[in-house]
């Protein structure tokens, strides 16, 4: 990824949402704004406590090229504000999928 693409990051209730027929036309918005989503650990938490539609948003995430980002920290493990984006997705959706 080059480093000047703008991220956008979806908080949980736009990746529902999303699952949910995409009413704001998200998909588009990334796509027409040459925008990467992105998502966080707490975002992987979230999907966790979506019992019974865990896959639903591992899929939409793949759907979208999400990029997994994480804080930096620095030396005593204290965020830096800065974020890395990892070139490789964070999962792999055959080891996370969730069965009903």
Not at 11 to 37: C, F, Q, S, W
Not at 63 to 77: C, M, Q
């Amino acid at each position: 990824m080059e480093n000047n693409h703008i991220l956008a990051y979806l908080d949980h209730n736009i990746l529902d949402l999303m699952t949910k027929g995409d009413p704001h036309e998200v998909k588009e918005l990334l796509r027409n704004h040459n925008l990467t989503a992105v998502y966080s650990n707490e975002s992987l938490k979230e999907i966790e406590r979506s019992k019974g539609y865990e896959n639903k948003f591992l899929e939409l995430l793949e759907e979208i090229e999400a990029k997994y980002i994480e804080s930096r920290l620095d030396h005593k493990f204290k965020q830096t504000g800065h974020r890395i984006v990892p070139t490789q997705k964070y999962f792999n959706k055959e080891q996370l999928i969730y069965k009903s």
